[in-house]
C-alpha cells in the first residue's frame, strides 16, 4: 500500500480526541465515552474514498503523567534525534507511563500531531506542560479546539497559548462539523508542514470527488423511492359483500405500511451511502421528520403552498381542478376518494388527506376486489420529496462523532421543506416529472431525470443552514 499521511490525535483525557478521529475518519466505529480514560490503546482508522485508504488517523489515550514527562522531556530535548522513541523506551517497564509511552508511539513514527482540547474551559498547568512535550518532539503539530459546551470565554486565552507552540490552531465542532468544515481542516493541515502538502491535497482531491459520488448515488435512492411511492397499490380480495367494510381499514393500514417502508428504505440507503451503517443517527425530537408521513403538521410543514402547487400542475399541464385546495391545505379535507363505492367512517385512519382513490371490483367468479392507490394527490409527491431530501441533508452532514441523542444539537434551520423554496421552473419541472412517473411514461422520464437530477444534487449541495 502506498504511503498515506498519518496523524496522531493526542491530548488530555475526555477532551474530544476520540471524537474528532471518528468525524475526520468517517467512523461510527470509533469508542467515544463520557467517562475519562476510555481509549487506552492506539486505534488506527482510515478515512477512505471509495475502498482506498486516503489518510489514517491514529486515535491515543490521554496523557497520564505531563509533567514528569515534561520534565523528562527538558533532560534529554538535545541528547536525542527522536525523543519520542527514547521517551517509550526509558518508560515501556513502567505500568503508570503506559498510557504516555502509548500515546508516543505514533509521534515516535513520523506522524503528524493533532493536539485536541477542549476550548470551554480554562488551561490548566497539565495543558501547559502537554503542549510544550509536544513542541519538544519536534513534530509538526496543529492544536484543535474542540469546544465541548457553548462556553467561549477562555478561547482567547488557548489560541494565545498556541501561537507559541503550534503551527496551526483550528476550532473545530468534533460532533457538528459538516464536510467542508473538514475539508476545511484537511486544507489547514496542509499548511503545517510543506512536506504533506501534495499527498494532502491529493487526499482532498479524492475525497471531494467521492463525495461527489456519494451525492448522485444518493439522488439515485430519492428517484427510486420516488418512482416507488407513486406507484405503490395495495389491493385486497373479499369473499362476501359483507366482509366489505372490514376490510377497508386493514387495505389502508396495509397501504400505509407500505409507503412507510419504502421511505424507510430509501432512508436506510442514504445513510448506509454517507457510512452510518449501524444506525446510529436519531432524528433530533425537534424535527418534523418524526412526524409520520400523514399527519397534518407533515402536510403543513412539507410540499407547496396553493398557488405554487396550482401553477406547477398547471405548467406540467395536469389539471388538478377541484382537488386543489385538498392538495394544498391538506387538513380540511376528509378521508380517501371513493371510487365506486361509498366509503365510510371506518376509513379515518388516513384521515385529513386526500391520498388514494379506494376501488372496489366485483369478480365475476365471486367476491370483491378492493385496491387502494396508486396516490394521485398532487401535494404528495413534493411532500415525500422534501423528506427524503431532509433526510439526506441531516445523514450527508452528520458528524461520526455524533453518537448518542443527548447532544444538544437542534435542527431548527432544517425545519421545512426545500421544494416550495424552489423557484416556479424548477417546481414546474418537478411536477412534470411526477406526472411522467405515475403515467409510466419512460420515454418523457429520460428527457426530463438530467435536469431533475441536477436540482436535487444542488439542494443536496446546499449549506443545511439555508
Ligand atoms: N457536546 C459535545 N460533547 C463532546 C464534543 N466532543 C466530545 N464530546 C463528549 O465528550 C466526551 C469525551 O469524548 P471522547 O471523544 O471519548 O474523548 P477522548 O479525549 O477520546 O477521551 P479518552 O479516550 O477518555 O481520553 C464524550 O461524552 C463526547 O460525547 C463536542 O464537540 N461537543
Ligand atoms: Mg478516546
Same mark, same amino acid.
Given at each position: 500500500?502506498? #504511503?498515506?499521511?498519518? /496523524?496522531?490525535?493526542?491530548?488530555?483525557?475526555?477532551?474530544?480526541?476520540?471524537?474528532?478521529?471518528?468525524?475526520? %475518519?468517517?467512523?461510527?466505529?470509533?469508542?467515544?465515552?463520557?467517562?475519562?480514560?476510555?481509549?487506552?490503546?492506539? %486505534?488506527?482508522?482510515?478515512?477512505?474514498?471509495?475502498?482506498?485508504?486516503?489518510?489514517?488517523?491514529?486515535?491515543?489515550?490521554?496523557?497520564?503523567?505531563?509533567?514528569?514527562?515534561?520534565?523528562?522531556?527538558?533532560?534529554?530535548?538535545?541528547?536525542?534525534?527522536?525523543?519520542?522513541? !527514547?521517551?517509550?523506551?526509558?518508560?515501556?517497564?513502567?505500568?503508570?507511563?503506559?498510557?504516555?509511552?502509548?500515546?508516543?508511539?505514533?509521534?515516535?513514527?513520523?506522524?503528524?500531531?493533532?493536539? &485536541?482540547? #477542549?476550548?470551554?474551559? *480554562?488551561?490548566?498547568?497539565?495543558?501547559?506542560?502537554?503542549?510544550?512535550?509536544?513542541?519538544?518532539?519536534?513534530? *509538526?503539530?496543529? %492544536?484543535?479546539?474542540?469546544?465541548?459546551?457553548?462556553?467561549?470565554?477562555?478561547?482567547?486565552?488557548?489560541?494565545? !497559548?498556541?501561537? $507559541?507552540?503550534?503551527?496551526?490552531?483550528?476550532? /473545530?465542532?468534533?460532533?457538528?462539523?459538516?464536510?467542508?468544515?473538514?475539508?476545511?481542516?484537511?486544507?489547514?493541515? $496542509?499548511? &503545517? #508542514?510543506?512536506?504533506?502538502?501534495?499527498?494532502?491535497?491529493?487526499?482532498?482531491?479524492?475525497?471531494?470527488?467521492?463525495?461527489?459520488?456519494?451525492?448522485?448515488?444518493?439522488?439515485?435512492?430519492?428517484?427510486?423511492?420516488?418512482?416507488?411511492?407513486?406507484? +405503490?397499490?395495495?389491493?385486497?380480495?373479499?369473499?362476501?359483500?359483507?366482509?366489505?367494510?372490514?376490510?377497508?381499514?386493514?387495505?389502508?393500514?396495509?397501504?400505509?405500511?407500505?409507503?412507510?417502508?419504502?421511505?424507510?428504505?430509501?432512508?436506510?440507503?442514504?445513510?448506509?451511502?454517507?457510512?452510518?451503517?449501524?444506525?446510529?443517527?436519531?432524528? *433530533?425530537?425537534?424535527?418534523?421528520?418524526?412526524?409520520?408521513?400523514?399527519?397534518?403538521?407533515?402536510?403543513?410543514?412539507?410540499?407547496?403552498?396553493?398557488?405554487?402547487?396550482?401553477?406547477?400542475?398547471?405548467?406540467?399541464? !395536469?389539471?388538478?381542478?377541484?382537488?386543489?385546495?385538498?392538495?394544498?391545505?391538506?387538513?380540511?379535507?376528509?378521508? /380517501?376518494?371513493?371510487?365506486?363505492?361509498?366509503?365510510?367512517?371506518?376509513?379515518?385512519?388516513?384521515?385529513?388527506?386526500?391520498?388514494?382513490?379506494?376501488?372496489? $371490483?366485483?369478480?365475476?367468479?365471486?367476491? +370483491?376486489?378492493?385496491?387502494?392507490?396508486?396516490?394521485?394527490?398532487?401535494?404528495? *409527491? /413534493?411532500?415525500?420529496?422534501?423528506?427524503?431530501?431532509?433526510?439526506?441533508?441531516?445523514?450527508?452532514?452528520?458528524?461520526?462523532?455524533?453518537?448518542?441523542?443527548?447532544?444538544?444539537?437542534?435542527?431548527?434551520?432544517?425545519?421545512?421543506?426545500?421544494?416550495?423554496?424552489?423557484?416556479?421552473?424548477?417546481?414546474?419541472?418537478?411536477?412534470?416529472?411526477?406526472?411522467?412517473?405515475?403515467?409510466?411514461?419512460?420515454?418523457?422520464?429520460?428527457?426530463?431525470?438530467?435536469?431533475?437530477?441536477?436540482?436535487?444534487?444542488?439542494?443536496?449541495?446546499?449549506?443545511?443552514?439555508?
Amino acid at each position: 500500500m502506498a #504511503d498515506i499521511p498519518t /496523524f496522531a490525535i493526542i491530548g488530555h483525557p475526555n477532551e474530544g480526541k476520540s471524537s474528532v478521529v471518528a468525524t475526520l %475518519a468517517e467512523d461510527e466505529s470509533v469508542r467515544i465515552s463520557p467517562v475519562p480514560g476510555e481509549t487506552t490503546r492506539l %486505534a488506527r482508522f482510515d478515512l477512505k474514498a471509495g475502498n482506498a485508504s486516503i489518510i489514517e488517523f491514529v486515535d491515543t489515550p490521554g496523557f497520564q503523567n505531563p509533567a514528569k514527562t515534561l520534565a523528562w522531556f527538558k533532560q534529554n530535548a538535545n541528547a536525542e534525534d527522536n525523543i519520542a522513541q !527514547a521517551f517509550i523506551q526509558q518508560h515501556s517497564s513502567l505500568s503508570d507511563y503506559r498510557h504516555d509511552c502509548e500515546l508516543m508511539k505514533p509521534v515516535a513514527s513520523g506522524a503528524g500531531i493533532l493536539y &485536541v482540547v #477542549d476550548g470551554s474551559r *480554562p488551561i490548566t498547568s497539565s495543558d501547559q506542560a502537554e503542549m510544550e512535550i509536544l513542541r519538544l518532539t519536534g513534530k *509538526p503539530r496543529m %492544536a484543535i479546539i474542540n469546544c465541548k459546551s457553548d462556553e467561549t470565554l477562555y478561547l482567547d486565552a488557548w489560541k494565545a !497559548a498556541f501561537r $507559541k507552540s503550534f503551527n496551526a490552531i483550528r476550532v /473545530f465542532d468534533a460532533c457538528g462539523a459538516t464536510f467542508s468544515e473538514r475539508i476545511g481542516l484537511l486544507d489547514a493541515l $496542509k499548511s &503545517v #508542514d510543506q512536506d504533506w502538502n501534495p499527498s494532502l491535497q491529493k487526499a482532498i482531491d479524492l475525497l471531494q470527488k467521492d463525495w461527489a459520488r456519494r451525492g448522485k448515488r444518493a439522488v439515485e435512492t430519492i428517484i427510486d423511492s420516488l418512482e416507488q411511492g407513486l406507484r +405503490f397499490s395495495k389491493s385486497k380480495l373479499v369473499a362476501r359483500e359483507s366482509d366489505l367494510e372490514l376490510a377497508k381499514p386493514e387495505l389502508e393500514r396495509a397501504y400505509r405500511e407500505g409507503l412507510e417502508k419504502i421511505e424507510r428504505r430509501a432512508w436506510n440507503e442514504i445513510q448506509r451511502q454517507y457510512r452510518h451503517q449501524a444506525l446510529k443517527i436519531s432524528i *433530533p425530537d425537534s424535527s418534523i421528520l418524526n412526524e409520520n408521513l400523514f399527519s397534518d403538521r407533515t402536510w403543513q410543514a412539507f410540499g407547496l403552498t396553493g398557488k405554487q402547487l396550482a401553477l406547477a400542475a398547471g405548467a406540467a399541464g !395536469a389539471g388538478i381542478g377541484v382537488g386543489l385546495d385538498v392538495a394544498a391545505g391538506g387538513i380540511a379535507f376528509g378521508v /380517501f376518494t371513493a371510487a365506486g363505492a361509498a366509503f365510510g367512517a371506518g376509513a379515518a385512519l388516513l384521515k385529513g388527506k386526500d391520498l388514494a382513490k379506494l376501488k372496489i $371490483k366485483q369478480i365475476p367468479v365471486g367476491g +370483491f376486489k378492493l385496491q387502494l392507490g396508486p396516490n394521485q394527490n398532487p401535494q404528495f *409527491p /413534493f411532500i415525500l420529496l422534501d423528506r427524503v431530501i431532509l433526510y439526506a441533508k441531516i445523514c450527508s452532514n452528520w458528524a461520526h462523532a455524533r453518537q448518542n441523542r443527548d447532544l444538544s444539537i437542534s435542527d431548527e434551520n432544517l425545519k421545512e421543506g426545500s421544494s416550495s423554496r424552489w423557484d416556479a421552473k424548477q417546481r414546474a419541472l418537478c411536477s412534470k416529472v411526477f406526472q411522467a412517473i405515475r403515467k409510466e411514461r419512460n420515454d418523457q422520464l429520460e428527457t426530463l431525470y438530467p435536469e431533475f437530477k441536477e436540482v436535487l444534487s444542488s439542494e443536496l449541495e446546499r449549506n443545511p443552514d439555508h
